[in-house]
């Protein structure tokens, strides 16, 4: 590959900020190259959004990828500074000659009453154990259906309200097959063509495409209602002149493949 981007003119300091699989990727690339990285996460781990598979189980093999990621930035001579929120001021103290932003998304929340005494469907995974066991899951695409699967598996009674005609219809083929066989097989709900109107407590009011509304009764509620890209403004207007390479999640939320390609390319983009 090294023939098609063109050998570095010279070893240049790289920053990178956000310690998920896309800022891992790109440091390890670039730290290949001869450049010397540093990584900037703000908590305590490297990982970034795959931390939950330590949890999940259903997600052996990406947790391992993760996990090698990581050995594979802390193998390398690449500095790793934990704990730390960039902004501008960290930029322009380290005074890097590239800067690569791995900064991620975050949850969207749409206007939906209620919907901010709900919690995001990943926060299942940052705690010991959920007691409730009705729990309904509002958005049925690919996170909110593993992320009510996993529960199912747990012991809990599981619905999903999802607006589409399907549940994860982001997702395809085989892979999606087998999901909707393992949420059958562990008896979660499915309620399709309904949109969410309002949340309590302990409850969701939703209603179909003609207008036909209905109450669900719960004993906790979460939400899997997509993802927003991070802004990145304040940290480019930081870099001043310097090459600015925005990766992964941070471009715009998808698949773990996908940002690794944006983290790859940039790495190798530096010359």
């Known amino acids: 590959m090294f023939s098609e981007f063109g050998k570095p003119e010279k070893s240049r300091k790289v920053l990178i900020i956000g310690g998920g699989p896309a800022g891992m990727q790109a440091a390890i690339t670039a730290c290949n190259r001869g450049h010397k990285v540093t990584l900037v996460d703000e908590h305590t781990a490297l990982g970034g959004v795959l931390n939950f598979t330590d949890i999940d189980v259903d997600k052996d093999d990406l947790r391992a990828?993760?996990?090698?990621?990581?050995?594979?930035?802390?193998?390398?001579?690449?500095?790793?500074i934990y704990g730390k929120k960039a902004n501008g001021d960290l930029i322009k103290q380290q005074r890097p000659e590239a800067l690569i932003l791995a900064i991620g998304a975050t949850p969207s929340m749409p206007p939906i009453k209620g919907l901010n005494t709900a919690?995001?469907?990943l926060e299942i995974f940052n705690q010991k154990e959920i007691k409730e066991k009705r729990i309904i899951m509002i958005g049925g695409?690919?996170?909110?259906?593993?992320?009510?699967?996993?529960?199912?598996?747990?012991?809990?009674?599981?619905?999903?309200?999802?607006?589409?005609?399907?549940?994860?219809?982001?997702?395809f083929g085989m892979y999606r097959e087998a999901l909707v066989q393992e949420m059958e097989k562990y008896e979660i709900s499915t309620l399709t063509g309904h949109h969410c109107m309002e949340i309590t407590s302990n409850s969701v009011r939703c209603a179909d495409e003609l207008g036909n509304e209905k109450t669900l009764a719960a004993d906790r509620i979460f939400y899997a209602l997509g993802m927003k890209s991070n802004k990145t403004d304040e940290l480019k207007s930081a870099?001043?002149?310097?090459?600015?390479?925005?990766?992964?999640?941070?471009?715009?939320?998808?698949?773990?493949?996908?940002?690794?390609?944006?983290?790859?390319?940039a790495a190798m983009n530096i010359i």
């Open 239 to 265: 870099a001043g002149n310097i090459p600015v390479f925005e990766i992964g999640d941070c471009i715009h939320p998808g698949k773990v493949d996908a940002a690794l390609k944006t983290a790859y390319l």
């Open 65 to 80: 990828f993760k996990n090698l990621l990581a050995a594979e930035v802390q193998k390398r001579n690449i500095e790793v």
């Open 141 to 171: 695409g690919l996170v909110g259906c593993e992320a009510g699967l996993h529960l199912a598996k747990s012991g809990h009674k599981v619905t999903i309200i999802e607006m589409l005609e399907k549940v994860a219809k982001d997702s």
């Open 119 to 121: 919690a995001q469907a």
